[in-house]
């Protein structure tokens, strides 16, 4: 499953080098990992139903061809910036998933973890790019279009929302200003 993948990205490397970028104990980012990356897969999972919202999330996919490189680097998602290509991809695919709801969405995220709040979105910041890097990574070497990445997408819907924290999921399906680039 991508939720799998994406935890068999947190080494104990990944999480020391977190922990002291967030200035968070290891244990509540771990932890904070748990959700965040599901937050994302519900979001994605929320735009693969729109056809319009799958093909600009298929563009971005296609256009951040460097993120699988996070991959084989996992720390290379904490080095990002908003400045540096992998960063400014991570956020666009932020932005694009929940829009002005970002904020609500990393306070959750950080108090179901037990992380300050200002800890929720740098933690989202985080998780962007290793998410985004396995979905170029699955497009890639399965050779999805727009349809086969809502497959994928929309096939992880119920392991998805088990892993879920309260409140999360009515947060993700509320109705948003819709991004640019979801519009």
Not at 42 to 68: F, M, N, T, Y
Not at 104 to 115: C, E, K, N, P, Q
């Amino acid at each position: 499953s991508l939720f799998e993948r994406l935890q068999g990205l947190v080494t104990p490397d990944l999480l020391s080098s977190a922990a002291l970028k967030l200035d968070e104990p290891e244990c509540l980012v771990a932890a904070g990992l748990r959700t965040a990356f599901p937050a994302l897969l519900a979001g994605l999972d929320s735009k693969a139903q729109s056809p319009r919202s799958l093909r600009a999330l298929h563009q971005l996919v296609a256009e951040s061809g460097s993120a699988a490189e996070v991959l084989r680097h996992p720390r290379l998602a904490i080095a990002a910036t908003p400045d540096s290509p992998l960063g400014a991809a991570g956020g666009r695919l932020l932005t694009g998933l929940f829009g002005a709801h970002l904020p609500t969405v990393a306070d959750l995220v950080a108090r179901s973890a037990g992380l300050r709040s200002r800890s929720g979105e740098a933690l989202l910041e985080l998780a962007a790019p290793l998410v985004l890097g396995l979905l170029v990574h699955r497009v890639r070497s399965d050779g999805l279009g727009p349809a086969g990445l809502a497959t994928l997408l929309l096939g992880e819907h119920d392991r998805i929302a088990r892993t879920l924290p309260p409140g999360l999921t009515a947060e993700i399906e509320s109705p948003a200003p819709t991004p640019r680039w979801l519009a």
